[in-house]
């Protein structure tokens, strides 16, 4: 798979260029065209796709959609949901990556979603978190609430970072979960009240907007609209 990236850094459009009878897993939903003869499946059924399923949204059923390409090859359009910049993270097998589960757009059967990985669990207990892993080789389409920051962290370089901020992070990369302040509410689920602590060496690819933020702020505006 390749993909080529277009209407960048505010309203990202990515173009998969897939080779004869190559299959790549997409965020349902997201389809702006494909070329004639594209075979789209969005069940997911048993096997890998459960798990990813579970590892990437924390529930059952559909989760992805599937698109293979016909004999001649071909290309599919995705863009994301929220406004923003594009960013096409090359996996090299060897290093994971934790992403936000809402920043994953695309990515060929080359790269897995680890449904093994204890995240947040570990930390916290219970289920779900706002965060998954990634493991594998290829291009993997992230997509950003707003424009993208690419944080370079040298071995012992610290930052904290607001979750609702951060968009994925290297393996290589050290990393601590807290209360943001000793007073109000935490969610494992959300990362509201929370901060990350990052230790290098690696990278942390950060988003300069929050979902959380804009979809407070479009519940606020439809509120007054209805008043």
């Not at 947040?120 to 594998?136: I, K, M």
């Not at 290297?170 to 990052?198: C, K, P």
């Amino acid at each position: 798979m390749q993909v080529r990236t277009r209407h960048t850094p505010y309203f990202g459009v990515a173009r998969l260029l897939l080779a004869p009878g190559e299959v790549v897993l997409a965020e349902p939903g997201r389809m702006v065209a494909t070329s004639y003869g594209m075979a789209i499946d969005a069940r997911a059924q048993g096997g890998f796709l459960k798990s990813l399923t579970r590892a990437a949204l924390g529930t059952e059923g559909p989760a992805v959609a599937l698109y293979t390409a016909p004999a001649q090859g071909g290309w599919v359009d995705l863009a994301p949901s929220l406004p923003g910049d594009l960013h096409v993270l090359e996996l090299d097998g060897k290093t994971g990556w934790c992403l936000s589960r809402t920043a994953w757009l695309a990515a060929p059967a080359t790269v897995q979603f680890d449904p093994e990985w204890p995240g947040l669990q570990a930390l916290f207990g219970g289920e779900g978190g706002f965060l998954t892993h990634v493991l594998g080789q290829g291009p993997l389409v992230l997509a950003a609430c707003g424009a993208l920051d690419v944080v370079t962290l040298k071995a012992g370089e610290l930052v904290t970072m607001d979750p609702g901020h951060v968009l994925a992070y290297a393996d290589t990369v050290q990393v601590r979960l807290r209360a943001a302040t000793h007073n109000g509410s935490q969610s494992i689920r959300t990362g509201e009240g929370l901060v990350f602590d990052f230790a290098g060496p690696g990278e942390v690819l950060a988003q300069s907007r929050d979902p959380r933020g804009l979809a407070s702020w479009l519940r606020a505006a439809a509120t007054v609209s209805r008043g």
